[in-house]
């Protein structure tokens, strides 16, 4: 698929006319049933709109490293069926009654939360995904202020998510590129967006998987002088593809050397334990590491030292909230930024979390969810 192609393609088939269901309606979808289960087709129930409600038909979903780990139980507490997807592009197929600004035929999309508290100092403050009582997960959340019932994510023909938690896909985006932006996209905008990073900065971006390479992208449409660390040479090509202006083989500590003291600020995304502090040593004074990948075994200690020398900050940081979700997605379509993707049919859901857990896509899957076949009779989820 061509990045950044200026008119979507047309819907593969007619969105289906729900407008008269009055109780819950049943969509196509595929999940994991046991942590070992793979990914099976399933079928579950999606809520009739309430008054705030806006239901989706959902065109294309993203493939997450977080779908992976939480379908197959790796994190913990999971609750089967788990239907994972929380990078949904869709049309509007109904909205509730007190829904006046989205409209049927919509190209709308669902990121990583549905639900938040709306009343703690986060929430107020437009940042839902440091919500204190904790935001609603796309998926595998307990959906205590709605239903009760555990929210089923986007590998599915439909989702019914408030409004307040809906986001708009300006028409210029390609639909299936776009849909990575709404995990991968907003997790590597929002601290450039919150570092400001602007013109003539120079920004590191450490891995270029799917993460890596939007921060590529989306820091040289800010404008940023860009430079890629990888520990595999042959990522060297990738890296300028995507528009790297330098890239530095990690491995070497003679080219880590000659960075030193090269940039402003550092993205962060592998998730894989490993030593920060020569990469602290390439920031300038004042310079900010934001660390996005979340390993699961202990990192090597971070060197005070390294910090202190130049008043650097080492920082995390977590999705977006809705507001700059939006910002991010508006920013993306006047600067034709998408993600790169391999669009996959439902068949191929269990190879491409195989392949994505070997490294082996660039840089995203994004599933056809009208491949999804049609639901059973009976829900299972
Ligand atoms: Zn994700
Ligand atoms: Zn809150």
């Not at 407008?19 to 129930?45: H, I």
């Not at 139980?73 to 509007?92: D, K, Q, S």
């Not at 935001?135 to 998510?161: E, F, L, P, W």
């Amino acid at each position: 698929m061509t990045p950044g192609r200026p008119v979507p393609p047309p819907l593969a088939k007619p969105l289906p006319d729900l407008t008269d269901a009055a109780g819950p309606t049943l969509a196509a979808a595929y999940g994991a049933t046991a942590p070992d289960s793979g990914l099976v087709p399933l079928t579950v129930a999606r809520r009739a709109p309430k008054a705030d409600d806006v239901e989706i038909a959902v065109e294309f979903c993203g493939l997450c490293h977080s779908d992976v780990h939480a379908s197959r139980g790796e994190w913990g507490g999971n609750t089967y069926p788990l239907i994972p997807g929380h990078e949904i592009v869709g049309r509007v197929t109904r909205v509730g009654s007190a829904v006046d600004d989205f409209t049927v035929g919509e190209r709308v999309g669902v990121g990583c939360m549905v639900d938040s508290c709306r009343e703690c100092e986060s929430c107020l403050d437009g940042l839902e995904q440091y919500c204190e009582k904790g935001m609603t997960g796309t998926y595998g959340a307990k959906d205590a202020r709605n239903d009760g019932a555990v929210t089923q994510g986007g590998y599915a023909t439909s989702i019914v998510v408030d409004r307040n938690y809906v986001l708009r896909i300006p028409e210029g985006l390609d639909p299936a590129a776009a849909a990575p932006l709404l995990c991968a996209g907003i997790t590597t905008f929002s601290p450039l967006n919150h570092f400001e990073v602007e013109e003539g900065d120079a920004v590191g971006v450490v891995g270029l998987g799917g993460l890596g390479h939007m921060a590529v992208k989306i820091a040289k449409a800010m404008g940023a002088e860009v430079t890629v660390f990888t520990t595999s040479e042959r990522k060297f090509a990738a890296a300028r593809e995507l528009g790297a202006d330098h890239v530095v083989l990690s491995t070497d500590p003679a080219a880590m050397e000659a960075a030193d003291r090269s940039l402003d600020v550092i993205i962060d995304t592998v998730a894989a334990p490993h030593d920060l502090n020569p990469y602290f040593r390439t920031l300038r004074v004042d310079g900010a590491l934001f660390q996005l990948g979340l390993p699961s075994e202990a990192m090597p200690p971070v060197n005070p030292g390294s910090l202190i020398r130049r008043r650097i900050a080492y920082a995390g940081s977590l999705i977006g909230g809705i507001e700059e979700t939006q910002e991010m997605l508006d920013f993306c379509a006047e600067h034709g930024v998408v993600s790169d993707i391999e669009l996959v049919g439902a068949d191929q859901l269990n190879e491409a979390y195989d392949r994505m857990v070997a490294g082996d896509v660039k840089y995203r899957f994004v599933l056809d969810a009208s491949t999804l076949g049609t639901p059973a009779e009976k829900a299972d989820a």
